[in-house]
């Protein structure tokens, strides 16, 4: 997993993740136990979204307000890809890296699903919120949904260029600042 997450599907070959594996693994081996390279990206693609990705999952709770859901998935999803002992970043965001030629596109559209489903819970939390009157009934849900899941995505780039979760959650406390701006003046 952290081999295609660093690197993509199309960059990480054969030989990479025979090293990887270990064990002097040979090609009819890996073949034998994967059964191509593609089916292990597949494989790999679908452990990281029943994990990694389930930081966002709280965009989907009607239990939470929805202020609280947007701002507890972008600093979730900031902390795991500022944690140590995988790649930084997400590969849900770097996904669109790991088949670029249309030949192997079909690869990512698991990834390009998930970030699709991230973006529509933040509209989605926008516009409980605008139902529920917290935010005025002018806001644009989906250009602030945008916004904050625009701001995640570039978490990926950022943290792999070193910027820390530190930086992060104060980026995002004036972030959430849109939120308020938005605000009605009964809330």
């Not at 819970?121 to 605008?130: D, K, L, Q, T, Y």
Request: hydrophobic letters at 40%; a neutral charge; aromatic letters at 8%.
């Amino acid at each position: 997993m952290h081999l295609f997450w660093e690197q993509g599907y199309e960059t990480t070959s054969l030989s990479q993740l025979k090293a990887h594996i270990g064990g002097g693994i040979s090609a009819p081996s890996f073949y034998a136990a994967f059964g191509s390279k593609e089916a292990l990206f597949a494989e790999v693609v679908s452990g990281y979204l029943a994990t990694y990705a389930r930081v966002t999952d709280c965009l989907w709770d009607d239990g939470m307000a929805p202020r609280e859901a947007v701002e507890l998935a972008l600093r979730r999803s900031t902390q795991m890809q500022c944690e140590s002992g995988h790649p930084k970043g997400c590969m849900v965001a770097l996904g669109i890296m790991s088949a670029p030629t249309p030949e192997h596109a079909h690869l990512a559209k698991p990834l390009t699903a998930s970030r699709a489903r991230t973006l529509q819970g933040f509209v989605r939390c926008v516009e409980r919120a605008i139902a529920a009157g917290e935010l005025s009934c002018r806001t644009d849900a989906r250009s602030l949904g945008v916004a904050f899941n625009s701001f995640l995505l570039g978490v990926s780039i950022s943290a792999r260029d070193g910027v820390k979760v530190s930086v992060f959650n104060a980026s995002i406390t004036e972030l959430m600042k849109l939120w308020d701006a938005a605000r009605t003046r009964e809330s």
